[in-house]
């Protein structure tokens, strides 16, 4: 109800198999991803602005709630398109998601008054504001390889199109996937951070050697810097294991399967659980301590899962990756935020979050007096 039954996160066969192709094909790194990147660095610099801007009178902010909205901006930049969603378009989306979210694990009652009952409303306020752009990208020519144009320009072998409710079923369902999950690692990555200094005095060394060398941020990070950032990646990998924000997913024994002397028959219903393999001291030596060397080698296969694994696997890994590395790059370079209180416990919302969201100040390095950039085109 809530996200749109024609999503493809409910289906399998045929039918996920041909909107899984668009969706990987409209995220992959080097054909699209690449392309969005000075975007991405705008959108993160601007985010950064406006965080800076509230601790400068002192204010304390969530930081999950902050980074939400990053990740969503960079969500409708890659699924829409830049031009698509007006500023306007973009806030009434904003301000739905947001009803939807907290609506979705509430009980299940369509009661007028109820976290539920205003979700229902969102989503189908969404749905409408999806079709309209639908509607109006149907004719346009330079649609590019972004979702929106790849589901409008789907034939399958027999000429067959997608219908409206599907393709707008699927464009909310994917930004649906990609906000949360990615604020709430990035918020992650912050506390680790915050929490081991000498962990971030080296993954800053890293970031402003990348600074120097684009002459003290005058210039634009490049895909092969964003793709060569080893420490400030393996505390990504860390954090993501850490977290595992998503720490299981359902699945269903399509025929009898035996396993380790147990017998799980056909139909039955299998958790797996990706926390536990990622705690598992089998397989991460000393799991509860935080430490990124663990990924200097390539951990065992199907040991280290936070995208999943198999055909429902994230298509959104890179975009991910690569948001969060952008993020800190700019963060880490300009920027010093303070965690305020303990930073402890933890909060499901329903991914996992530190308590509150991370209370935190940020503020702007004093060492740069220059403006920063709001755009960026390295190529
Ligand atoms: C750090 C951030 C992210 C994490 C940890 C994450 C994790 C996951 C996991 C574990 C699954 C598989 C669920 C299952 O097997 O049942 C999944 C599926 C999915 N994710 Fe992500 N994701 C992230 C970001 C994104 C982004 C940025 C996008 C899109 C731009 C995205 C789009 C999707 C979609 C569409 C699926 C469904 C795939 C399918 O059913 O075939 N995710 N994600």
Same mark, same amino acid.
């Given at each position: 109800m809530l996200i749109g039954k *024609?999503? &493809? !996160? !409910?289906h399998q066969g045929h039918y996920h198999s041909r909107l899984k192709t668009l969706v990987r094909a409209s995220l992959s790194p080097h054909r699209r991803l690449r392309h969005l990147t000075p975007r991405i660095q705008s959108l993160a610099l601007s985010s950064l602005h406006s965080l800076a801007a509230s601790a400068a009178s002192a204010a304390v902010v969530s930081t999950f709630h902050e980074l939400k909205k990053y990740s969503f901006d960079v969500a409708v930049l890659a699924v829409f398109g830049e031009v698509v969603v007006d500023p306007r378009c973009k806030r009434e989306l904003s301000r739905d998601y947001g009803i939807v979210e907290k609506g979705y694990n509430s009980f299940p009652t369509r009661i007028p008054g109820t976290a539920y009952h205003a979700a229902v409303s969102a989503r189908k306020r969404l749905g409408e504001i999806v079709r309209e752009i639908i509607t109006r990208e149907r004719n346009n020519k330079e649609k590019k390889g972004l979702l929106l144009g790849q589901l409008l320009d789907f034939k399958d072998g027999e000429g067959g199109t997608l219908t409206d409710e599907e393709i707008a079923d699927n464009l909310i369902g994917v930004v649906f996937a990609a906000r949360d999950t990615t604020a709430s690692v990035l918020t992650w990555v912050l506390k680790f951070l915050a929490d081991d200094r000498k962990l971030l005095e080296a993954v800053k060394a890293e970031q402003m050697a990348i600074y120097e060398a684009n002459e003290g941020g005058g210039e634009c990070l490049t895909w092969g810097q964003i793709r060569n950032m080893p420490l400030t990646y393996r505390v990504i990998m860390e954090s993501l294991r850490m977290a595992s924000i998503i720490s299981f997913t359902f699945r269903e024994a399509v025929a009898d399967v035996e396993y380790k002397g147990y017998l799980i028959p056909k139909g039955w219903k299998v958790m797996p659980l990706f926390r536990n393999i990622h705690h598992s001291p089998e397989f991460f #030596?000393? #799991?509860?301590k935080f430490d990124p060397s663990r990924f200097e080698v390539p951990p065992r296969p199907n040991t280290f899962m936070p995208f999943g694994? +198999? *055909?429902?696997?994230? #298509? +959104?890994n890179e975009l991910a990756k690569l948001e969060v590395l952008i993020f800190l790059h700019h963060l880490l370079t300009n920027f010093r935020w303070e965690v305020v209180g303990k930073g402890n416990g933890v909060q499901y919302s329903p991914f996992p979050v530190p308590?509150? +969201? &991370?209370p935190a100040r940020f503020w702007r390095e004093p060492r740069s007096s220059t403006p920063l950039k709001h755009s960026c085109n390295p190529f």
């Open positions: *024609s999503a &493809l !996160f !409910f #030596p000393d #799991p509860q694994n +198999g *055909s429902h696997a994230c #298509p +959104g308590l509150e +969201g &991370l």
